[in-house]
């Protein structure tokens, strides 16, 4: 099992910046892959990006350019660099941990982003 501890959420005006943290309870390199996904109000829940434990990455079309997710291994930490952010970004941000069959996310961070 892994916990998973984000933060970074906070309101932003559209073109903003901020960045996400999420940390983990144990090396990442034993999580096959971990990322983002994010939720709206009314909406599906939608992955944002993930990044597997040899490094590589994976990016919604809709964030390509604008969002970029990195790893800091020694602090079992995962980011989220958010540029360029518009309102229809605005969503509850969850770290996700892949197992394959098995899921663990964590609560979620709230970012709102105001036009």
């Known amino acids: 099992q892994v916990q998973l501890a984000e933060s970074g959420g906070g309101l932003v005006q559209a073109g903003g910046s901020l960045r996400l943290s999420c940390a983990a309870s144990r090396s990442l390199f034993s999580i096959p892959s971990i990322g983002w996904y994010r939720q709206a109000p009314g909406k599906q829940r939608e992955l944002v990006a993930t990044?597997?434990?040899?490094?590589?990455?994976n990016v919604a079309d809709s964030v390509k350019g604008r969002f970029t997710i990195t790893r800091d291994n020694a602090q079992n930490t995962v980011y989220l660099q958010m540029n360029s952010l518009k309102p229809e970004d605005t969503a509850v941000y969850y770290c996700?941990?892949?197992?394959?069959?098995?899921?663990?996310r964590g609560q979620g961070t709230l970012v709102t982003v105001s036009s």
């Open positions: 990044i597997s434990s040899g490094g590589i990455t």
């Open positions: 996700n941990a892949d197992f394959g069959p098995k899921q663990v």
